[in-house]
């Protein structure tokens, strides 16, 4: 459709998370979409049909629409849910406190968790089908009884049977990494022309101005055929060592050794960089491919040929110690990314407040972890329960004769435990911080009221009121660092328990070996029994909210929010992560502002995370193309969460940087009862102007909310609290876009 007349200024709307139609944005019932797809595309009123909502005379209202990137597809969102581990050690590092990365240190130790991640995964499938299925159900009358799928499986030998069941882990890697590439079609062919430049040595330095910054498919090309390695190199070694029970021949050992090595190849390749070039990648790739390949195909063919393998009563050999030593590892790595980035805070700018106290990189790393924990306990503690006919696996409570003990690990009754004290305690922190910042939040919010209603009538109290409680519940989102931290201590607390495990003990265990009596074992039996049935609950739960996804466009948008936010930025951890819709979003607005900018000015206006999106595209613009180019921002979490979360991608001095490259041609609205947006350039008393020149000053436009608490004699109830949308229907906003445009011009 094109760019329209040349010369007219067009206002491009681009708007937050939970994937806002192109009606809602343009508030306007009719509407075309003028470039782009259904995915993600450029969307105007029908001519003819009238203006857009808000509209400022002179303007011509253009809405840019990326919410079906990640609300679009039912399969896409409700499969994506169950990548939530990987998402969240991918998010991990983009949370450090610095934009320099000496070593790259940080981006090795978050990439040496995720390859953890992944053989975490392989784990919990070898955990199902060798270990419970065919290891310890099979084998027993008992359990396959009445379950013809189950019972052919008694006629082969031990070897081959094992040899047969590693096909699902397989293919279950298979359909993971299946699941990210499917969704990132939507997202191919925004490739940046500028190639992303080679950091300089020893030192890994990145901002979102970096060409080539969003485009991450090289290094995610690059880290799947690792994390392929590690979790095939995982499941062979899982195999050898069950039919062998550390009881090699000279081809075993030598198929074991080549196991082995495969995994830590791998992960001595996550402790590297990225190679720059694709070229590079790819003759890199090509002999990692073949050994997987290679070492894969010989450990299935000596399982098969494996015909004396004498079962045992319990774990499958070496499973128990594979998964304690993984946990074990985990802990360790949390540890050291811990203490890396409590000393990377301390070099970073003074007077920076840091949301996590600079520690957001180890508490996404502990969450990706402990999800992780809960989906593996989850899927075998129920697999194991259905197989056990509805008997929950117990040390104290043992099967009938004629049944296996179809027992998970020591870990993951270690890892419930600790799941359900993290929960416990993340709850009572919550509730404290909460209760203590009250009184602090009021105060706050009576100091507004005052300054905004002087002289407000005695019959407006409770309206007042009304106004005073929603403007404190806004600032709940500066309360929650000391609740996210104590999460975090837990969280180490309750994996370095797992060291229990490398000495047998598990919860009952330790109970009974301390007390000497049964009491004190069989309540810690109950409370372990109530951990794993609470962290299978909220899984359950997560998995019946992406069945809902499937049926529901209004669920799929819930959902999608918890994706706008997580997978904004580029995957540099784990390629199993949900797609970058950013890789797609920046490079297509920059394209299509610069298009229009060459026909006259552009106001791009971001409303909350969509103001995000439109500061990261004008980092990316030209310089020719800026001239012609401001921006509006409203409800901005940009300063308020994203400075605070992301200190080294939003800090202040990126801020300043994009202020300087506009020549300060911006606006921000804000309202203190916005629970998500604030000001940008927050001034205190006796403070230096912010960026050093009273032009940012100028930036932060606050808005009254409610415009009076009075009733309008022409209206018949008060205005109403808008809090957090919408922006554009206020008097300041079109008086925003047209100073804007004019500057432009």
Known sequence: MGTGPAGEAVELRVHGVSGATAEI????????????????????????????GGVAPGITVEAYRWGALTAGAAVRTASMLLLLPFMLGNLAIWLR?????????????????????????????????????????????????????????AELPMGPRLALLSLLPLLALRV??????????????????????????????ESLSTPGFWDDERTNAWLRQIHVGIGAGTLDASLLN???????????????????????????????????????????????????????????????????????????????GSAGGLVSAQSVLLVMLTVVTALR??????????????????????ASVSVAGAFTATLLFRVADQLDRGDIPDPIRPNPPGIGPLDPPVAYWWAALAGLTALLILAAAAAATLLLSRRRRRDLAERIVRQDYPRAPANTTPRLETVRETIAKSHVTEELGPMLIAFLVISSLGLATIVLDLIGLGPTE?????????????????????????????????????????????????VAVLWDLGTFWPRAVHPFAPPCYAARAVPELAKRVSALAKQGPVIISGHSHGSVLAAATILQLPATDLRRVALLTYGSPMRRVYARLYPAYFGPQMLCELG????????????????????????????EPPCGTPAAESVDVRLRDPRAVITDPADTVPPPVERHWPYHTQPEYQAAVRELADRAR
């Open 242 to 320: 069950s039919i062998s029970d550390g009881r090699y021949g000279p081809v075993g050992w030598l198929l074991f050794d080549a196991s082995l090595g495969l995994v830590g190849f791998c992960a001595a390749l996550l402790c590297l960089p990225v190679p720059i070039s694709h070229g590079k990648t790819r003759r890199l790739q090509r002999p990692l491919w073949a050994a997987t390949v290679g070492v894969t195909v010989l450990s299935l063919g000596y399982a098969a040929l494996a015909r004396e393998v004498q079962p045992v009563v319990g774990q499958l050999p070496g499973y128990e």
């Open 97 to 153: 406190p610095t934009p320099t990365d000496r070593f790259g240190l940080l981006g090795t130790l978050c990439r040496l968790l995720g390859g953890t991640l992944t053989a975490a995964f392989m784990l919990s499938m070898i955990g199902i089908t060798l270990n419970l299925v065919g290891w310890q159900c099979v084998p027993y009358h008992e359990c396959r009884h009445d379950r013809p799928y189950l019972s052919w499986l």
């Open 510 to 558: 330790l109970a009974d070996e301390v007390s000497r009596r049964s009491g004190p074992a069989v309540l810690t039996a109950y409370v372990t029994d109530a951990g794993i049935w609470i962290i299978s609950v909220l899984v359950i739960s997560l998995m019946i909210l992406g069945f809902r996804s499937y049926r529901s466009a209004e669920t799929r948008r819930v």
């Open 660 to 687: 300087e490259r506009l020549d300060w041609r911006w606006r921000n609205l804000w309202r203190d009862t916005d629970p998500i947006g604030g000001p940008i350039f927050a001034r205190h008393p006796g403070t």
């Open 25 to 52: 944005v343009l508030d306007h019932p009719i509407v075309i979409r003028v470039a782009g797809d259904q995915h993600a595309g450029f969307y105007r009123p029908r001519p003819g049909s009238g203006a857009a």
């Open 176 to 205: 993971i990494w299946g699941i990210g590439t499917r969704s990132a079609r939507a997202l191919e062919g925004f490739t940046p022309s500028a190639p992303r430049p080679e950091p300089p040595e020893m030192t890994e330095t």
């Open 345 to 366: 805070q301390r070099a970073a700018r003074p007077g920076a407040r840091h949301f996590l106290r600079g520690l957001g990189t180890p508490i996404l790393a502990a």
